[in-house]
């Protein structure tokens, strides 16, 4: 199974800063990685899927890149509305389909 | 819009059985792939179980298999997830869960609880 772990576990950052979430992959997956963006008592809402194509509406301050086992998740300029959780998620070997454990963005 | 609203989540012992619905609208249900995924209080997401877009082609976690079974009725738009021999480490918020490619998900329920606790 492909493992994914992702660091750092929680990040602590001011609304206006740069983030930078990583997605390392325990073997190689291509670019098929997705991220998700999830806030308490809510659904995962997809952000990224091909490690770089932003998903339907999805502002232009999510970007992600990557490719093999290195993978990176940027906001360029936090919002307030930005501070939550983030999972990656890979389909390049399946099943299973696996998510790495989250990044919690948190106020600073 | 798409909108998928699950239900049948609840109390259950450990030992015992339930079987989640996942009723879908706003799209063309049978044309697209069709996801479980759950998440444990305060842990991460975990994809249980797969299926097809006819029902033909099914994949599970190594942690339900045997367990779980997924089941589709495209003339009801609907979702199933039988869940048997349900254990304590089973309780979960459980989300359906879809995308045309099937294996990213764009469209989620709001999730249904399962507790399993004697």
């Known amino acids: 199974d492909i493992v994914l772990t992702q660091s750092p576990a929680t990040l602590s950052l001011s609304p206006g800063e740069r983030a930078t979430l990583s997605c390392r992959a325990s073997q190689s997956i291509s670019n098929y990685l997705a991220w998700y963006q999830q806030k308490p008592g809510q659904a995962p809402r997809l952000l990224i899927h091909?490690?770089?194509n932003r998903a339907t509406g999805i502002p232009a301050r999510f970007s992600g890149s990557g490719s093999g086992t290195d993978f990176t998740l940027t906001i360029s300029s936090l919002e307030p509305e930005d501070f939550a959780v983030y999972y990656c998620q890979q389909r390049g070997n399946w099943p299973p389909l696996t998510f790495g454990g989250g990044t919690k963005l948190e106020i600073k | 819009q798409v909108q998928l609203v699950e239900s049948g989540g609840g109390l259950v012992k450990p030992g015992g059985s339930l079987r989640l619905s996942c009723a879908a609208s706003g799209f063309t249900f049978s044309d697209y792939y069709m996801s479980w995924i759950r998440q444990a209080p305060g842990k991460g997401l975990e994809w249980i179980s797969y299926i097809s877009t006819s029902g033909s082609t099914i994949y599970y976690a190594d942690s339900v298999k045997g367990r779980f079974a997924i089941s589709r009725d495209n003339a009801k738009n609907s979702l199933y997830l039988q869940m048997n021999s349900l254990r304590a480490d089973d309780t979960a918020v459980y989300y359906c869960a879809t995308d045309r490619v099937g294996t990213t998900w764009v469209y989620w329920g709001q999730g249904t609880l399962v507790t399993v606790s004697s």
């Open positions: 091909d490690a770089s």
